[in-house]
């Protein structure tokens, strides 16, 4: 089942993008095969064996909402590309319903398709495939183009987003003058060329070296703060998926495992599958005050005395495990977890020692 595993609170407002019970199997016996699966509860395994097919997505369902980074990770093979692909029917789900703005993409026809892609959904590829006989200009504006958009038009808005995503005095370049890390910056330009209202980002900075990887991850943080995009965002890296998502969704054998934010996912695995990956992930700046403080009235059964808690640090129930250690480091007394003035829980120092280690 491909539900969230442990809910979440999700964002406010409806969902921009809502995928509903999508299957997706490769073959020309696919139908069958979805038939024998839901009768059957065939494996992955059984399914090529009995009917030559590959299941690629199975029984998935997610929301995501209005200016959320949601990330979907996985091993290679796990179905997160082919899902992605679904959001704008680059590929045909065997079964399922996708929404997009409450508009069913199944339900349109070619026309109506290309004018979802072109106006309300960008894509980032992990290549870019850049025209190598265009200049970073021209290629940022080949989407408008395409479009019909006038070259003045055109030109002014490619200028707009080469400054957004500083490529500032590269606008003459061709691409094979710029390094790996620019080369994505042209390729996130171009999709944000038409101020789309939703970004599918396709591991678009794995194949970089870790710093370019990193810095690129710090810009589009940024972007994304100023814009407001509605992001869907597919990567292999379980610490991207930490840094970026509001939200993240693991991947298995075309399975979601798990739905949750980067503290549930780090705090609350699952199943071992998750439990492995989040093993080596540091919580300190992923585990907060309100998940592992304890109430004043839980310490005071235990034996503590919140006598004196007015001189005690203090910090709010969001500060991270890092707040709270720095706060602890040079005093004997719990930190105070304080909400609206008053003290609604207490974090000690035994405490802090196993959240570090993972026991909260």
């Known amino acids: 089942?491909?539900?969230?595993?442990?809910?979440?609170?999700?964002?406010?407002?409806?969902?921009?993008?809502?995928?509903?019970?999508?299957?997706?199997?490769?073959?020309?016996?696919?139908?069958?095969?979805?038939?024998?699966?839901?009768?059957?509860?065939?494996?992955?395994?059984d399914v090529l064996e009995q009917f030559e097919a590959v299941v690629g997505v199975r029984e998935v369902s997610f929301d995501v909402h209005e200016s959320e980074i949601f990330c979907i990770m996985g091993l290679s093979g796990s179905g997160k590309s082919t899902l992605v692909r679904h959001i704008n029917r680059l590929i045909e789900p065997t079964h399922g319903e996708i929404r997009v703005g409450g508009v069913d993409v199944g339900g349109l026809n070619a026309s109506e398709l290309r004018l979802l892609r072109a106006d309300r959904i960008g894509m980032v590829f992990q290549n870019m495939a850049l025209l190598p006989h265009r200049t970073v200009r021209d290629n940022i504006a080949f989407a408008l183009e395409l479009r019909n958009v006038d070259a003045f038009t055109r030109m002014q808005l490619a200028d707009k987003v080469i400054e957004t995503v500083s490529l500032q005095g590269y606008g003459d370049r061709m691409p094979a003058e710029l390094s790996g890390g620019m080369q994505q910056r042209v390729g996130l330009a171009r999709a944000l060329a038409a101020d789309p209202e939703i970004l599918l980002m396709d591991e678009p900075f794995s194949a970089l070296d870790p710093l370019i990887r990193r810095g690129l991850q710090d810009e589009f943080l940024e972007l994304s703060k100023v814009?407001?995009?509605?992001?869907?965002?597919?990567?292999?890296?379980?610490?991207?998926?930490?840094?970026?998502?509001?939200?993240?969704?693991?991947?298995?054998?075309?399975?979601?495992v798990q739905i949750g934010t980067p503290e549930e996912i780090v705090t609350q695995p699952a199943d071992d599958y998750v439990a492995d990956f989040v093993q080596g992930i540091s919580r300190l700046k992923l585990v907060f005050a309100h998940t592992v403080m304890v109430s004043p009235d839980a310490y005071t059964q235990g034996g503590g005395s919140v006598a004196g808690s007015d001189s005690w640090p203090s910090a709010s129930t969001e500060a991270d495990l890092d707040t709270l250690i720095g706060l602890s480091v040079n005093c004997e007394t719990p930190v105070a977890i304080v909400d609206d003035g008053k003290m609604v829980g207490l974090v000690t120092k035994d405490i802090l020692l196993r959240s570090v280690q993972g026991e909260n």
């Open 227 to 256: 814009m407001g995009k509605t992001t869907l965002f597919i990567t292999h890296y379980l610490d991207e998926a930490i840094r970026m998502g509001s939200r993240i969704a693991i991947m298995k054998d075309g399975v979601i």
């Open 1 to 45: 089942m491909t539900t969230d595993s442990k809910p979440s609170p999700s964002p406010a407002g409806d969902p921009v993008i809502q995928v509903r019970d999508v299957w997706k199997i490769f073959g020309d016996r696919a139908d069958e095969a979805l038939t024998a699966i839901k009768q059957s509860n065939l494996s992955k395994a």
